[in-house]
């Protein structure tokens, strides 16, 4: 069956703007996670859904990172006002959700602010 | 907190074994591996959620020693497949499905 896919496998913008990120979880995996992973490092925890509501948003590094999944499915990774900094590739992952703790991992969104 | 990994980076030849350790400061309640190769998405090889629980891939393997707050990811009689980076995850609560805090990666290569 189908993975996860992101999209856009590439973003480049500029700083200041605005970016949306998007990823489509497997069908029926209720659990989605959002990660950003830097050049060299590990992937970093950003948000966690189950279902439509973030479990955990403690990654979330300020107030301009924002993520949604409103119907329990797509998720949208927001980031205004974007800063040099925030370049790095964003990795969605999705789970079942029922307890055997293997995340699936999308290609990924390579962001870079120029 | 982040686990540590170490070594960072390992070369070995072909069909020689590796060890690759991961460790925390904080009491843990399940260890995830993964593996990434160049380019690509990390990819699931096994989580233990018990101290003291070991478990076996082919020939990669792991152990979980909950009052060390340390796990262990064995790969013997290595295959050139067997190149990329090698993540250990840790979750702080009790729960198979929960956000997992990657370590820094020990980047494998596997020379023919």
């Given at each position: 069956g189908a993975g996860v896919s992101q999209t856009p496998s590439n973003k480049v913008t500029e700083k200041g703007k605005y970016v949306e990120l998007r990823c489509d979880p497997i069908s029926g995996h209720t659990a989605l996670y959002w990660y950003r992973q830097s050049l060299g490092q590990g992937p970093e925890f950003l948000i966690y859904f189950q279902g439509t509501g973030a479990a955990d948003d403690s990654g979330l590094p300020n107030d301009r990172f924002f993520a949604v999944r409103p119907e329990g499915s797509v998720s949208t990774l927001k980031i205004q006002r974007?800063?040099?900094?925030?370049?790095a590739v964003y990795l969605c992952a999705t789970s079942p959700g029922t307890g055997g703790g293997e995340q699936f991992f999308g290609p990924g969104t390579r962001l870079t602010v120029l | 907190q982040q686990p540590v990994q170490s070594p960072q980076a390992v070369i070995l030849r072909e069909g020689e074994d590796a060890v690759i350790n991961c460790s925390s400061s904080k009491a843990l309640y399940s260890v995830h591996w993964y593996r990434q190769k160049h380019g690509e998405a990390p990819v699931f090889l096994m989580i233990l959620l018990k101290g003291g629980e070991q478990k076996g891939h082919e020939k990669i393997s792991a152990s979980f020693n909950e009052k060390k707050q340390q796990s262990s990811l064995y790969l013997t009689a290595s295959q050139l497949s067997y190149s990329g980076t090698y993540f250990c995850g840790t979750g702080i609560?009790?729960?198979?499905?929960d956000k997992i805090i990657f370590g820094k990666g020990t980047r494998l290569h596997i020379l023919p």
């Amino acid at each position: 069956g189908a993975g996860v896919s992101q999209t856009p496998s590439n973003k480049v913008t500029e700083k200041g703007k605005y970016v949306e990120l998007r990823c489509d979880p497997i069908s029926g995996h209720t659990a989605l996670y959002w990660y950003r992973q830097s050049l060299g490092q590990g992937p970093e925890f950003l948000i966690y859904f189950q279902g439509t509501g973030a479990a955990d948003d403690s990654g979330l590094p300020n107030d301009r990172f924002f993520a949604v999944r409103p119907e329990g499915s797509v998720s949208t990774l927001k980031i205004q006002r974007t800063e040099r900094g925030d370049s790095a590739v964003y990795l969605c992952a999705t789970s079942p959700g029922t307890g055997g703790g293997e995340q699936f991992f999308g290609p990924g969104t390579r962001l870079t602010v120029l | 907190q982040q686990p540590v990994q170490s070594p960072q980076a390992v070369i070995l030849r072909e069909g020689e074994d590796a060890v690759i350790n991961c460790s925390s400061s904080k009491a843990l309640y399940s260890v995830h591996w993964y593996r990434q190769k160049h380019g690509e998405a990390p990819v699931f090889l096994m989580i233990l959620l018990k101290g003291g629980e070991q478990k076996g891939h082919e020939k990669i393997s792991a152990s979980f020693n909950e009052k060390k707050q340390q796990s262990s990811l064995y790969l013997t009689a290595s295959q050139l497949s067997y190149s990329g980076t090698y993540f250990c995850g840790t979750g702080i609560l009790p729960l198979a499905d929960d956000k997992i805090i990657f370590g820094k990666g020990t980047r494998l290569h596997i020379l023919p």
